[in-house]
């Protein structure tokens, strides 16, 4: 049996990172690709903050109407349900 380094806590994903909460849901590989297309869909080009934490508290657009801003608020939570 061959032993190598243990794989302590690294994302199953992508065996390059550390697993956590922000790596999972806003900067590994297949997750980035996810929040490029419903950026780019809305024709938005943004700077992913280091957290979840940061990202939802930045998550703002100004000018919408009530409904289109209801919409928006949930966008993120709805993409981290989809992950």
Do not use: Q
């Amino acid at each position: 049996m061959k032993r190598g380094w243990p794989m302590v806590n690294r994302c199953n994903l992508c065996k390059d990172n550390e697993e956590s909460a922000d790596h999972i849901l806003i900067h590994y590989g297949k997750t980035r690709e996810l929040w490029t297309l419903l950026l780019s869909s809305c024709g938005l080009v943004w700077v992913f903050p280091t957290s979840v934490r940061n990202l939802l508290l930045e998550w703002k657009v100004k000018g919408l109407g009530k409904k289109r801003r209801a919409i928006w608020r949930l966008a993120p939570i709805c993409l981290f349900w989809c992950i």
